[in-house]
């Protein structure tokens, strides 16, 4: 089980990490929709609402991770 102390490569806490993966896989299956739309229900639109407003996530955190994604297809492609 992931607890507090656990870390990610860019987030301090790795359940951030997941629930920023997990937020993009359900947004990300129905573009266009509101959040609680595209989650399917109050207890997921709410996590996901709380981890946006969490403030120990940063917005410099959340690019960084996809970034640091981005550089690695990139990288992945020249080779």
Same mark, same amino acid.
């Given at each position: ?6 870390? &990610? ?8 990490? /997941?629930?920023?993966?997990? $937020?993009? +896989?359900?947004? !990300? ?15 997921? &639109? ?8 969490? /403030?120990?996530?940063?917005? $410099?955190? +959340?690019?960084? !991770? ?14």
């Amino acid at each position: 089980m992931d607890k507090p102390g656990d870390k &990610s490569e860019i987030f301090q806490d790795i359940r951030h990490a /997941k629930r920023l993966r997990k $937020t993009l +896989l359900v947004l !990300s299956e129905h573009p266009g929709e509101t959040v609680p739309k595209a989650s399917g229900n109050a207890s997921e &639109s709410q996590s996901i609402y709380r981890f946006w407003s969490n /403030k120990t996530v940063k917005g $410099t955190d +959340l690019l960084a !991770s996809h970034r640091e994604g981005v550089v690695r297809r990139c990288v992945g492609r020249r080779e």
